[in-house]
């Protein structure tokens, strides 16, 4: 059993900076995949930055610039530094991962999601 944790969201002030923490835990033999999602009310989930399985960097345009994906493999973490936040970047953040369990089962996993709101 895998498990994705977040925390980190809260109301902050157009301009203001917020830092999430996905953490990994349980029956995990590898991590291929970690990032970060978003969903606003009314809208798609999408992509805002990722490692990809080659370990590289991918950021939405909308938030390249301001925001930093971090990664520590120790620990299996993932964290999101968000700088110069504006009213858009208002959603609900979702951790996700693909993971390779003990038992080399391959499967993508999502957390329960942390509310950041962006006030003006």
């Known amino acids: 059993q895998v498990q994705l944790v977040e925390s980190g969201g809260a109301l902050v002030q157009a301009g203001g900076s917020l830092r999430l923490s996905c953490a990994a835990s349980?029956?995990?033999?590898?991590?291929?995949?970690m990032g970060w999602y978003r969903q606003a009310p009314g809208k798609q989930r999408e992509l805002v930055a990722v490692?990809?399985?080659?370990?590289?960097?991918n950021y939405a345009d909308s938030v390249k610039g301001r925001f930093t994906i971090s990664r520590d493999n120790a620990k299996n973490t993932v964290v999101l530094q968000m700088n110069s936040l504006k009213p858009e970047d208002t959603a609900v953040y979702y951790c996700?991962?693909?993971?390779?369990?003990?038992?080399?089962?391959?499967?993508?996993?999502w957390g329960q999601g942390t509310q950041v709101t962006v006030s003006s």
């Open positions: 996700n991962a693909e993971i390779i369990s003990t038992a080399r089962s391959l499967t993508s996993y």
């Open positions: 490692f990809n399985s080659g370990g590289r960097t």
């Open positions: 349980g029956s995990i033999f590898n991590i291929n995949y």
